[in-house]
Nanobody, 120 residues
Framework: VQLQASGGGLVQPGGSLRLSCVAS????????IGWLRQAPGKEREGVSC????????YYADSVKGRFIISRDNAKNTVYLQMNSLKPEDTAVYYC??????????????WGQGTQVTVSS
């Protein structure tokens, strides 16, 4: 079971990126998948979680209104569309299994991350 994130890169403030998370070894159809990020010197932060069972979606306050999580079961892929990017969004982004709960989601195992750098 593996989750592989990709799509990161260098973007100017205000720009957009779309991250992809491809699963191998299992199908995403019935699994909640989300995104975490870790900036240098900071703790890992849960960014988003999408649950297919009840349609519940979580976004961290820091990304609400700017990031959109979605999934394409036919491609076994989850996406994170990131708009209006800010320098503080700079981090390594990971996708992982997740579970939406009161107070915030919990995250399971994650794979290799992808670097997002927002800088002019």
């Amino acid at each position: 079971v593996q989750l592989q994130a990709s799509g990161g890169g260098l973007v100017q403030p205000g720009g957009s990126l779309r991250l992809s998370c491809v699963a191998s070894g299992f199908t995403l159809d019935y699994h909640a998948i989300g995104w975490l990020r870790q900036a240098p010197g900071k703790e890992r932060e849960g960014v988003s979680c999408l649950s297919p069972s009840d349609g519940s979606t979580y976004y961290a306050d820091s990304v609400k209104g700017r990031f959109i999580i979605s999934r394409d079961n036919a491609k076994n892929t989850v996406y994170l569309q990131m708009n209006s990017l800010k320098p503080e969004d700079t981090a390594v982004y990971y996708c992982a299994t997740c579970s939406n709960r009161v107070g915030g989601p919990t995250f399971g195992s994650w794979g290799q991350g992808t670097q997002v750098t927002v800088s002019s």
